[in-house]
T-cell receptor, first 108, second 115 residues
């Protein structure tokens, strides 16, 4: 599975948009890009995933670069509940390889 | 509906003892995964089941770790001769199928402490 690189931490103000970047320069053509987040003392939860095209759901948007070597998770209006560790995962196989993720802090 | 459940939520044991951790996946999910998470790190893959069989056990750290899923639903992770380094949160996840695009639903985890 391809490796991913994310910033260790980011900070945002409440009700402002947040752009969480992820680099995956070794991605292959069949790899999916997944984003999960983990709130304190909970298991990870699904946020969004995509293959080639940008994706939107009720939680977030996923912008995928044309060459697929990077992607950005967009939270349109951060809330205090969005404070979590966000993991970007690139895989084709069944098992996920999690990195250390980005710890997002949301300031009131 | 019910999500993935794991029991116990906490387990404290002594070095050298045997422990069993249980995972109840979402009903109808054929794929089941075990991960281990140490403090400050992302989850680390251990084993993946498709139905009753272990399709990928490449993440099991050594032969003290074993997992079963005899009827294709509930799974048990078994750790023999526990060591202090086994202390971690053990996470279970399930998905509808094993395809890469399927969402994995995670349980709350079992926190294992080996004294």
């Amino acid at each position: 599975d391809a490796k991913t690189t994310q910033p260790n931490s980011m900070e945002s103000n409440e009700e402002e948009p947040v752009h969480l970047p992820c680099n995956h320069s070794t991605i292959s053509g069949t790899d999916y890009i997944h984003w999960y987040r983990q709130l304190p003392s909970q298991g990870p939860e699904y946020v969004i995933h995509g293959l080639t095209s940008n994706v939107n759901n009720r939680m977030a948007s996923l912008a995928i670069a044309e060459d697929r070597k990077s992607s950005t998770l967009i939270l349109h209006r951060a809330t205090l509940r969005d404070a979590a560790v966000y993991y970007c995962i690139v895989n084709y196989g069944q098992n996920f390889v999690f990195g250390p993720g980005t710890r997002l802090s949301v300031l009131p | 509906g019910a999500g993935v459940s794991q029991t116990p939520s906490n387990k404290v044991t002594e070095k050298g003892k045997y422990v069993e951790l249980r995972c109840d996946p979402i009903s109808g999910h054929t794929a089941l995964y075990w991960y281990r998470q140490s403090l400050g790190q992302g989850p680390e893959f251990l084993i993946y089941f498709q139905g009753t069989g272990a399709a990928d056990d490449s993440g099991l750290p050594n032969d003290r770790f074993f997992a079963v899923r005899p009827e294709g639903s509930v799974s048990t992770l078994k750790i023999q001769r526990t060591e202090r380094g086994d202390s971690a949160v053990y996470l279970c996840a399930s998905s509808l199928t094993g395809f890469a695009y399927n969402e994995q639903f995670f349980g709350p985890g079992t926190r294992l402490t080996v004294l």
